[in-house]
């Protein structure tokens, strides 16, 4: 359950909506250098659990220790409307206190937006919208990328690219956790769990190629 | 440049910039206020109204149309800057959150969003009065300018209240216009004959109003009556406090980055042996320390212990690990 390399430890998270237990036990841990995905049906938690691991919400009982920074990139994209891409980047580069904006500028080619730098948010298209969102919670190069269902709107290519880009991370000795309802997805992580009436069970996956 | 300040700096550009982009407080000003201004002009009778100015105790006989620029300009820079910053607070829950969770000082944003809430204050009932100016010169231009950005920065603070506690961008429009024209009603001899009654005190509007007749038919300033303005303005920002407060609550901080010596000098972490044995560890919780030393469910001493970098493990020194809660005796 514990090791030096982990990064993330989930102990007994419980959460109730009045009468509804949402989350009854849930433990794992996230080690360095692991793709894992949390895999559930619509309803099942997953997007509460994120919020709980994320800091979100507070959880009725139990354990959520981060080792590192958090990267947390929200299901509905969490921008403001009235500024542009540029700017964004910019508040966020002082909220994270980074010296400079390259790994941002970096990630925006890679995902391929570059000409929307100076477009309002609102003008956006929703996969744009979800770009920024996505690189929002991975300019300051966090230690711990909690990702819930990033990809939506993604065009095919977009979608590849994230799994690539998923993958460096991954490479780099980043710990991430993706949250999806789609189960061929499965196939692209080192490890898969499934969250059903409020407990995660360890579920196989195939070995990836990377 | 300190990095309190930058982290403010950069805050109340962003707060200005998206208040300058609301396209709905921009046609306002440019279309509203002057129509308004310029209607009440073409339109309103000059016959006296009386008007009890509280400044003095006396009640002054005064022009219905004059009475009227005054009323009018507080209703528009009411409605402008409480939609504005409705709009404003509606829209930024989430993102705020957002920010504070990335590391944003939440004293510095609070602090970025006040200053933007004066600045456009300062801007509207400016251009507010600038226009009363060309139809009408009250005796006292700095106090009518003064009574127009106070209820500015009055409704200003109730738009925040409202984006906190309404669910929709029309209720939210709605109830600014209601409570506008309400308070505005109540308040204007033109409207209302009894506006001398007592319980006008109470009304957002009344320091504002009070000011607004003591700068065009006087020339006296109503200090008492404009001390109403802070109370409701107070009032106001404690809601908002509390309500940024809670909406951008973060509960799991994030720990200190893992460099490659702390990596390095990892050492295996123990394992207690059998479920319930007892786990001794102290447990820093949001700066205070307490000591979860009694029978410890395993997972529960298990997740404290896996959380024990490495440097810390090894003198069994008090951790920083953030336990959300312990329901003690759960199991």
Same mark, same amino acid.
């Given at each position: 359950?514990?090791?030096?390399?982990?990064?993330?430890?989930?102990?007994?998270?419980?959460?109730?909506? %009045?009468?509804?237990?949402?989350?009854?036990?849930?433990?794992?841990?996230?080690?360095?250098?692991?793709?894992?995905?949390?895999?559930?049906?619509?309803?099942?938690?997953?997007?509460?659990?994120?919020?709980?691991?994320?800091?979100?919400?507070?959880?009725?009982?139990?354990?959520?220790?981060?080792? %590192?920074?958090?990267?947390?990139?929200?299901?509905?994209?969490?921008? #403001?409307?009235?500024?542009?891409?540029?700017?964004?980047?910019?508040?966020?580069?002082?909220?994270?206190?980074?010296?400079?904006?390259?790994?941002?500028?970096?990630?925006?080619?890679?995902? #391929?937006?570059?000409?929307?730098?100076?477009?309002?948010?609102?003008?956006?298209?929703?996969?744009?919208?979800?770009?920024?969102?996505?690189?929002?919670?991975?300019?300051?190069?966090?230690?711990?990328?909690?990702?819930?269902?990033?990809?939506?709107?993604?065009?095919?290519?977009?979608?590849?690219?994230?799994?690539?880009?998923?993958?460096?991370?991954?490479?780099?000795?980043?710990?991430?956790?993706?949250?999806?309802?789609?189960?061929?997805?499965?196939?692209?992580?080192?490890?898969?769990?499934?969250?059903?009436?409020?407990?995660?069970?360890?579920?196989?996956?195939?070995?990836?190629?990377? | 440049?300190?990095?309190?300040?930058?982290? =403010?700096?950069?805050?109340?550009?962003?707060?200005?910039?998206?208040?300058?982009? +609301?396209?709905?407080?921009?046609?306002?000003?440019?279309?509203?206020?002057?129509?308004?201004?310029?209607?009440?002009? $073409?339109?309103?009778? !000059?016959?006296?109204?009386?008007?009890?100015?509280?400044?003095?105790?006396?009640?002054?006989?005064? +022009?219905?149309?004059?009475?009227?620029?005054?009323?009018?300009?507080? +209703?528009?820079?009411? $409605?402008?800057?409480?939609?504005?910053?409705?709009?404003?607070?509606?829209?930024?829950?989430?993102?705020?959150?957002?920010?504070?969770?990335?590391? &944003?000082?939440?004293?510095?944003?609070? *602090?970025?969003?006040?200053?933007? /809430?004066?600045?456009?204050?300062?801007?509207?009932?400016? =251009?507010?009065?600038?226009?009363?100016?060309?139809?009408?010169?009250?005796?006292?231009?700095?106090?009518?300018?003064?009574?127009?950005?106070?209820?500015?920065?009055?409704?200003?603070?109730?738009?925040?209240?409202?984006?906190? $506690?309404?669910?929709?961008? $029309? !209720?939210?429009?709605?109830?600014?216009?209601?409570?506008?024209?309400?308070?505005?009603?109540? !308040?204007?001899?033109?409207?209302?004959?009894?506006?001398?009654?007592?319980?006008?005190?109470?009304?957002?509007? &009344?320091?504002?109003?009070?000011?607004?007749?003591?700068?065009?038919?006087?020339?006296?300033?109503?200090?008492?009556?404009?001390?109403?303005?802070?109370?409701?303005?107070?009032?106001? *920002?404690?809601?908002?406090?509390?309500?940024?407060?809670?909406?951008?609550?973060? &509960?799991?901080?994030?720990?200190?980055?893992?460099?490659? *010596?702390?990596?390095?000098?990892?050492?295996?972490?123990?394992?207690?042996?059998?479920?319930? !044995?007892?786990?001794?560890?102290?447990?820093?919780?949001?700066?205070?320390?307490?000591?979860?030393?009694?029978?410890?469910?395993? =997972?529960?001493?298990?997740?404290?212990?896996?959380?024990?970098?490495?440097?810390?493990?090894?003198?069994?020194?008090?951790? +920083?690990?953030?336990? /959300?809660?312990?329901?003690?005796?759960?199991?």
């Amino acid at each position: 359950m514990s090791s030096q390399n982990s990064t993330l430890y989930v102990a007994d998270v419980r959460k109730a909506f %009045g009468r509804r237990q949402v989350l009854d036990r849930v433990d794992f841990t996230l080690e360095r250098g692991e793709l894992a995905g949390i895999v559930g049906e619509n309803g099942a938690g997953k997007t509460t659990l994120l919020r709980i691991l994320a800091g979100e919400l507070k959880p009725d009982h139990g354990w959520v220790i981060p080792r %590192g920074r958090l990267g947390y990139c929200p299901q509905r994209t969490v921008l #403001n409307d009235s500024l542009t891409v540029a700017q964004h980047l910019r508040y966020f580069q002082r909220a994270y206190q980074l010296e400079d904006l390259h790994r941002a500028h970096e990630l925006v080619e890679r995902l #391929n937006f570059t000409q929307y730098r100076a477009s309002r948010v609102r003008s956006l298209s929703g996969g744009t919208r979800q770009k920024l969102n996505l690189v929002i919670a991975l300019m300051h190069d966090p230690a711990v990328v909690l990702l819930d269902e990033p990809y939506q709107g993604f065009d095919w290519e977009t979608y590849l690219h994230f799994w690539e880009l998923a993958g460096e991370l991954r490479d780099a000795g980043r710990s991430l956790l993706v949250i999806s309802h789609l189960s061929h997805d499965i196939d692209r992580l080192d490890t898969g769990y499934r969250l059903a009436n409020g407990v995660v069970t360890p579920m196989p996956v195939e070995a990836h190629a990377g | 440049m300190t990095i309190g300040r930058r982290f =403010y700096r950069t805050a109340t550009g962003f707060e200005l910039v998206e208040h300058a982009r +609301n396209r709905l407080a921009i046609i306002l000003v440019a279309v509203f206020v002057p129509v308004w201004i310029t209607l009440i002009d $073409l339109m309103m009778s !000059e016959s006296p109204l009386p008007f009890r100015y509280r400044g003095s105790g006396e009640e002054l006989h005064v +022009n219905g149309q004059h009475l009227t620029f005054i009323s009018g300009g507080l +209703n528009a820079v009411t $409605l402008i800057v409480g939609f504005l910053m409705f709009s404003v607070t509606y829209r930024s829950g989430p993102f705020d959150r957002r920010l504070v969770a990335a590391g &944003y000082p939440r004293p510095h944003l609070l *602090a970025a969003k006040v200053t933007a /809430l004066f600045a456009s204050s300062v801007v509207v009932a400016a =251009y507010t009065t600038a226009m009363v100016w060309v139809y009408w010169h009250p005796q006292q231009l700095w106090l009518f300018a003064l009574g127009m950005f106070t209820a500015a920065v009055t409704y200003g603070g109730i738009g925040i209240v409202l984006g906190v $506690l309404l669910r929709g961008e $029309l !209720e939210g429009m709605f109830a600014i216009i209601m409570i506008s024209l309400i308070d505005v009603g109540l !308040e204007s001899p033109v409207v209302n004959a009894g506006s001398d009654n007592d319980l006008v005190r109470f009304l957002p509007m &009344y320091g504002s109003m009070q000011a607004g007749v003591g700068a065009g038919f006087t020339r006296s300033v109503p200090w008492q009556q404009l001390a109403a303005v802070p109370v409701w303005w107070a009032v106001c *920002a404690v809601i908002g406090l509390v309500a940024f407060h809670v909406r951008t609550r973060v &509960y799991t901080k994030s720990g200190r980055p893992v460099t490659a *010596a702390m990596a390095a000098a990892s050492v295996p972490i123990p394992r207690p042996v059998a479920p319930g !044995e007892a786990v001794h560890v102290s447990v820093r919780v949001c700066g205070e320390t307490c000591v979860a030393t009694d029978h410890m469910p395993l =997972y529960q001493g298990l997740a404290v212990l896996a959380a024990l970098s490495a440097e810390q493990a090894q003198d069994h020194a008090e951790q +920083n690990v953030y336990p /959300l809660s312990i329901r003690r005796g759960a199991n």
